[in-house]
């Protein structure tokens, strides 16, 4: 690991006030993150995992100051860009870019592909005129595509296409970290991989760092190095892929990698079967946030929330069972949580 | 359209036929409004002085020397009404442009910038609730009157329906990703506006401008009818009715011909923007 993170996040926050009322009155708050802090070192791909509404994206939006954090710390190379207003911000834009989810809104319809990728250029005039063409095909033909469709609207593209048009596009002011949030997730399987490929070479190619954001665990041990798993607004586990996928701590990790289908018959796996529904972030439950359907809850669980623990080896957990040397002292789960693989 | 965009170029007669048969509306509209405006643009070369008084030929019926008759001071009715296109489409013209301007600009600000929106739109709310009419004689009656204190005055009610729609398309456009992703490229914020979301606008206004312009003749109208108006010695189909509506039994003529002028113009404008308002946006029609 390296000694200085690109992007350092501490304790971030964000929280969505609830407007109700004539008035206006704020009548609760969303807490879509709670309290997140990771790094990420130049070169390397993290990847935020989690099910729907667990403020994975939020966290995309507010490394990229798309959103305004409710408190914690984001040092991006160096500076703390937390603080920093719409100007301030400007020239550290450069450092990290983004590809956004959906490859049909993210694209302006009335602008050519050459307009859209030569916008961040123009922004920073760092093109003009016959170099910002030849830049433009350049970019063009970094993600695949040819020169010649500078010309042309995005509705003229496939999916996996405008993906790669807005992937064009944060590459454009060669950036060190691209945040992707679901960057696949609109597009077809087959197109999926394809785009992930792609990412991948431009990664090792150009030495860019990914937060990779996505719901999609074959996806994830695809492209990643480290995974970030979050649950309700928290990272509850932090680990080295391999290390993840092969041993998953924390009892939200093992249930998650559990509901991922795998291509083998015949593996063997986890059967670890969590029930019920995502509390509401509205009002998450005191203590850990993941007692409500964690089969081995316990009462510390209950009261006390479990800090996000290093073990070593880069590996960080936030589970009051688990203990410093990796262990885990859950007992057995509660028998109608656990399905035994019967084949 | 991929398909149908060499056709087109390749036999523009028949593109236009084509379009005109989709379009009916629109060509109709267009066709007419064009003749109002070649009329008046062309007055003095097709109509007599329309200032003329001959008291001997008073309230001669439509003729072959006098085309749409004469009024009660034996003034030439054709040459007034060919005279009054240009004042109803000069302030229609005029109020169209001017109200979409201004409530473009404002509508921008309203629905970019969160902090101004409340104050713009409660003032805009404001101005909602003055009757056109009453603003119209207060200032006419305040000022010496006038073609341009005419405009001033219609144009002011109707800025704030211009400020309430371009608002409304702002909100839509500012949350598309698109403009998130320009922001992720640190676009500024006038360049957001401007290359982002100003084009969504265009397609709503011109239909906007359409309406306003159809109801800022009839306003104008209206003025001169009630001699609130330009000065009476400048004929306008208001005015004309105006001070013919005493003869009306005896001379119909007087009235009739700036009437269905009046009529028509107002339908061409609305056919027009009927017809822009279906294939610019089809969804607006639903809406409105």
Known sequence: ?343 | MAVALPETEARPKRGFARFARRNPTIVTGAVLLLFMALVALFAPLIAGDPLAITPINRLQAPSSEWWFGTDHLGRDVFARTVYGARVSLIVGLSVAIAAVVLGLVIGLLAGYYRGLDAVIMRVMDGLMAIPAILLAIALVALTRGGVLVVIIAITIPEVPRVVRLVRAVVLTAREQAYVEAAVATASSGLKILLRHILPNTVAPLIVQATYICASAILIESALSFLGAGVPPEIPTWGNMIASSRLFLQMAPWTVLFPGISLALVVLAINLVGDGLRDRLDPRLARRM
Not at chain 1, 134 to 141: N, S, T, W
Not at chain 1, 308 to 330: I, Q, S, T, Y
Not at chain 1, 336 to 341: I, Y
Request: net charge positive; with cysteine.
């Open chain 1, 1 to 343: 690991m390296s000694a200085t993170p690109l992007l350092q996040v501490e304790g971030l926050k964000k929280h969505f006030p609830v407007h109700k009322g004539v008035l206006g009155r704020v009548a609760a708050q969303i807490k879509a993150v709670d309290g997140v802090s990771f790094e990420v070192a130049p070169g390397e791909i993290l990847c935020v995992v989690g099910e729907s509404g667990c403020g994975k994206s939020t966290v995309g939006r507010l490394i990229t100051r798309l959103l305004e954090p409710t408190a914690g710390r984001i040092v991006l190379d160096g500076t703390d860009v937390t603080k920093l207003d719409h100007a301030a911000m400007r020239p550290h834009r450069r450092q990290v870019q983004m590809v956004f989810q959906d490859p049909y809104a993210s694209l302006n319809p009335r602008l050519t592909v050459g307009g859209i990728i030569a916008e961040p250029l123009e922004n920073f005039g760092l093109a003009r005129g016959a170099k910002k063409r030849e830049r433009v095909a350049e970019l063009l033909q970094q993600v695949g595509l040819r020169p010649e469709v500078a010309n042309r609207f995005p509705h003229e593209f496939s999916g996996g296409q405008r993906q790669r048009l807005g992937i064009a596009r944060a590459l454009a002011l060669n950036p060190k970290l691209i945040v992707a949030d679901e960057p696949v997730s609109a597009l077809d399987v087959s197109v999926q991989a394809q785009v992930l490929n792609l990412m991948s070479d431009l990664q090792r190619d150009l030495g860019l760092a990914y937060v990779f954001v996505s719901h999609d665990l074959g996806v994830v041990e695809h492209i990643g190095h480290r995974i970030a798993v979050m649950y309700l607004g928290r990272i509850v586990e932090l680990a080295e892929k391999r290390a993840l996928f092969d041993r998953p701590l924390h009892p939200y990790s093992r249930a998650l990698l559990a509901a991922a289908p795998i291509p083998d018959p015949k593996a063997k796996r986890d059967k670890l079967v969590i029930e019920g529904d995502v509390p509401s972030p509205k009002n998450p439950p005191p203590g850990c946030h993941f007692h409500t359907r964690c089969p081995f809850a316990v009462d510390r669980c209950r009261r006390e929330e479990p800090p996000l623990r290093p073990l070593g080896n880069g590996r960080k957990v936030a589970c009051h069972l688990v203990d410093d040397a990796g262990e885990f002292h859950g007992g057995t789960p509660k028998p109608a949580l656990v399905e035994q693989a019967a084949s």
